[in-house]
């Protein structure tokens, strides 16, 4: 579904069974480089953060984290 363009936005966490979601990031970004995509984590640490963000996401939440502010994300992203 991906390469057909059928996403706008993608809501992924970083720990997936195959690899890291910060990993994924270049190959979803590959077959779309317009896809939005909104990155989840568990815990935060300097060093995970630094690797996310080196990563074309467009926003970036720690869990639990507030759903009116996802939902916002989820609008902006979009919404471009």
Do not use: H, W
Request: contains cysteine; hydrophobic residues 40%.
């Amino acid at each position: 579904k991906i390469s057909e363009g059928c996403f706008s936005c993608l809501i992924m966490d970083v720990e997936l069974p195959e690899m890291k979601g910060y990993e994924a990031v270049s190959i979803l970004k590959s077959i779309d480089p317009k896809i939005k995509i909104i990155m989840t984590a568990k815990r935060n640490t300097k060093n995970l953060e630094a690797k996310v963000r080196e990563q074309d996401i467009f926003f970036y939440f720690i869990k639990s984290f507030d759903k009116e502010e996802l939902k916002l994300a989820v609008t902006n992203a979009i919404s471009k």
